[in-house]
């Protein structure tokens, strides 16, 4: 694998290539249409979804409130049934744990299930540099895999690509990763799902061992619960010698009945389906097998110290938020440069990493119009419109000391807005500006206003792709003093 | 009651037929309103691309201005949201408590346009006439911030001689997001493109909404391709009658 997140452009410039794709727009306009309405329509059926959501952000926000004492429960009862508990500060120590357990265990493959912890903190890259291949079970990630490419969705890693370009991948890279793809294979949904299992089950019939992620951790009886479609789990879970499950600190739930509130949000909410096909759950180790579990920190501290941030760590990773964003439909996962893209990657990388150290993690709160539908889908009611907000401020606070040409606009309009007399004077200068303006503007616009012509930069940003009417000769305040109102 | 007009900005510089048809109409419905001449801005712009000290002179000026009103009517969704869900966080910020009690007493008196008209004065036919074929964009923020529902389609219906067509998609944001629609124009270009097509594909000759700031964006890709639909603010269509 070769393909990676490093080094990706800020989110303008990523998003340009995106907006030209055909074949991604369309991908991905229908796949997100489809599963929006999916989602309403099963949403629509549960008459106390709003209760449930209510229900859902106080547990995690209550869990959050006491988040050591809760870990503290988890790895007691975990290590009560016999599994092995790490802590983990950052991604490098992460990988490091789990490619000293494959070493101890001289294993040089790996399975793969329900892992984002582990595609955050860049597992399979780590443990190929010390020789050991992981294997991705679960289809999309496979696709993804295999074609060398980088996930784009959270559910969805693959939502990117359609039906004829996963043929085109199996058909050219399976037989170097396995068992090959048949030669007649087309581009039908369930030849391209045959084809997998074929080669997966290879994969699941040999693997001594396998990294899972987890979706929610219950700390009262050291429960670990993976939610999916394909009953990969079930294979990676209990096939396996070893089992290193990468958990992320803030999926922890207090206890099991905490979960009934969750497996009714997560599945309505995600792939708008009423019941999710598997719910896999284990509490450390089985019999004749060994279990190990990394409860991973990378940046979930700096987030839960960020008082208006610290709400993004409720999040289950539905994806709903992703599938109804309006930016993200049109440009894509990749442009977000993470495994977190479209809404809610816009706030958890910045709270993860930080802000003012990197430009394209700088970009990503400034990657939305605000519209607030993302808010409005997401079932544990994370206000994503305000984190934003307030990611942007910290954005521009952390570069207040080299002021750019967008902090002295700001500051100049500040000016000009706290005063009406200054605003006064500036709409009269706007007035005379654009009556010589409109000279060179010849266009009228529907409506008869006249258009001034193409701006220079940065007006040009505007008026590149948009008509920009005139300034009237007067503004509401002259006319208001002209007409004697007062 | 104690009425006043927040104009806005935008409006005020740019748009100034709006704040006129404000006080055409409230003046029809038989109420006197304001222009509190002291008023600017809502501190919007700065708010939201992340300036939160340059936004508290500005948001001191917003609540000195309209200080002592019973209601401040305006003609922005956005603005609106903007002065309910904002103005505290920025007044917290300034760590003056005096203008955090001031922000907390004036920002419930705030109400957009069909608030007020349907909600305070209880009407929905404001004896307007438009003889056209109009279709309505429901703006993000008067739609998820504020949740005036479907106040503006039950203004519109009553108006006389309209004929009101559906937006197919019409809750989707039509990317002008502020500061968005420079920061990542691009990106905000292609959602005004489809918000186009899909008005387009109403055969409406006017796009109304309830906040000029959309409008500008929209209504300057349906110029920019030559669409012949026009756009128009939502205040503006309820002050037209027979005679005007
Ligand atoms: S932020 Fe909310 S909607 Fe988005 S993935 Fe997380 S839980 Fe789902």
């Not at chain 1, 439909?329 to 150290?357: C, K, Q």
């Not at chain 2, 993000?140 to 309209?162: K, W």
Request: net charge neutral.
């Amino acid at each position: 694998m070769s393909a990676t997140f490093v080094g990706m452009p800020a989110f303008p410039a990523a998003a340009r290539e995106a907006l030209s794709d055909t074949q991604l727009r369309r991908n991905l306009a229908h796949a997100t249409g489809t599963i929006r309405a999916k989602r309403a329509a099963v949403v629509g059926e549960v008459d106390e979804w709003e209760e449930l959501r209510l229900a859902g952000a106080a547990i995690k926000d209550n869990t959050l409130r006491h988040l050591d004492e809760h870990l503290l429960r988890l790895e007691e009862s975990l290590t009560d049934r016999g599994a092995t508990v790490h802590w983990a500060r950052d991604a490098a120590e992460a990988c490091e744990i789990v490619a000293s357990i494959a070493k101890q265990h001289a294993v040089d493959e790996v399975v793969k299930v329900k892992s984002m912890a582990t595609q955050e903190i860049g597992l399979n890259e780590a443990l190929a540099a010390q020789g050991i291949t992981a294997w991705e079970t679960d289809l999309a990630e496979l696709i993804v895999q295999l074609g060398d490419d980088l996930p784009s969705h959270i559910l969805v890693p693959a939502i990117h690509r359609n039906r004829a370009e996963i043929r085109e991948i199996f058909r050219d890279k399976m037989a170097a990763a396995g068992r090959p793809a048949p030669d007649d294979l087309s581009d039908r949904p369930a030849e391209l799902a045959g084809a997998a299992r074929l080669h997966l089950r290879e994969k699941f019939l040999r693997a001594r061992m396998a990294v899972s992620g987890a979706n929610f951790a219950v700390a009262e009886t050291g429960t670990l619960v993976v939610v999916e479609s394909e009953g990969n789990g079930r294979m990676c879970l209990t096939l396996p010698e070893v089992v290193v499950s990468v958990v992320g600190i803030e999926k922890i739930v207090p206890t099991w009945s905490d979960l009934d509130v969750f497996l009714q949000l997560l599945p309505r909410s995600s792939t708008g389906e009423r019941m999710n096909p598997y719910t896999s759950t284990w509490s450390g180790a089985t019999e004749g097998q060994e279990a190990h579990v990394v409860l991973l920190d990378n940046g979930r501290t700096r987030a839960l110290a960020d008082e208006v941030g610290r709400q993004a760590l409720r999040c289950i990773r539905c994806s709903a938020c992703l599938n109804v964003c309006p930016v993200y439909e049109r440009t894509g996962g990749h442009a977000y440069g993470s495994v977190y893209p479209g809404p809610i990657g816009a706030i958890l990388n910045p709270l993860l990493r930080g802000t003012g150290v990197d430009d394209q993690v700088d970009s990503l709160p400034y990657a939305s119009s605000l519209c607030g539908a993302c808010f409005e889908a997401c079932p544990v009611r994370i206000d994503i419109p305000e984190v934003l907000v307030h990611l942007r401020s910290k954005v521009v606070d952390a570069h207040r000391s080299a002021p750019k040409a967008e902090a002295v606009a700001m500051k100049s309009a500040s000016w000009v807005l706290a005063d009406s007399k200054r605003l006064g004077l500036a709409e009269r200068g706007l007035g005379l500006a654009g009556r010589l303006l409109g000279r060179f503007g010849r266009k009228v616009m529907p409506g008869g206003r006249r258009a001034l012509g193409r701006l220079p930069w940065p007006g040009s940003l505007w008026s590149n792709a948009r008509d920009v009417p005139a300034p009237p000769v007067e503004s509401f305040r002259a006319w208001w003093r002209r007409e004697g109102r007062r | 009651m104690k009425v006043a007009v927040q104009v806005t900005c935008i409006n005020d510089a740019m748009f100034p037929d709006t704040g006129k048809a404000v006080f055409t109409l409230l003046r029809r419905l038989g109420v006197e309103a304001d222009f509190p001449a002291a008023q600017t801005c809502c501190a919007q712009p700065m708010v939201n691309t992340g300036y939160l000290d340059e936004a508290v002179p500005v948001v001191r000026n917003f609540v000195d201005a309209f200080a002592g009103y019973d209601a401040i009517v305006t003609p922005s969704g956005s603005c609106a949201g903007s002065v309910r869900h904002q103005h505290s966080i920025v007044a917290r910020r300034s760590g003056d408590d005096r203008l955090a009690a001031t922000v907390a007493e004036t920002s419930p008196k705030v109400y957009e346009l069909t608030e007020f008209l349907v909600d305070v004065l209880g009407v929905t036919d404001v004896g307007a006439y438009f003889p056209h074929r109009v279709t309505y964009h429901p703006t993000c923020h008067s739609l998820r911030m504020l949740g005036v529902g479907d106040r503006p389609l039950r203004l519109l219906r009553e108006v006389r001689g309209l004929d009101l067509v559906e937006l197919p998609a019409a809750d989707e944001c039509c990317g002008f997001g502020g500061t968005f629609a420079v920061k990542n124009a691009e990106t905000s270009t292609a959602m005004g493109a489809d918000k186009a097509r899909h008005v387009l594909d109403t055969g409406a000759e006017v796009l109304v909404a309830g906040d000029n700031s959309c409008l500008l964006h929209i209504g300057g890709l349906l110029s920019r391709q030559r669409t012949g639909v026009r756009v128009m603010h939502l205040a503006e269509v309820l002050a037209g009658t027979e005679s005007s």
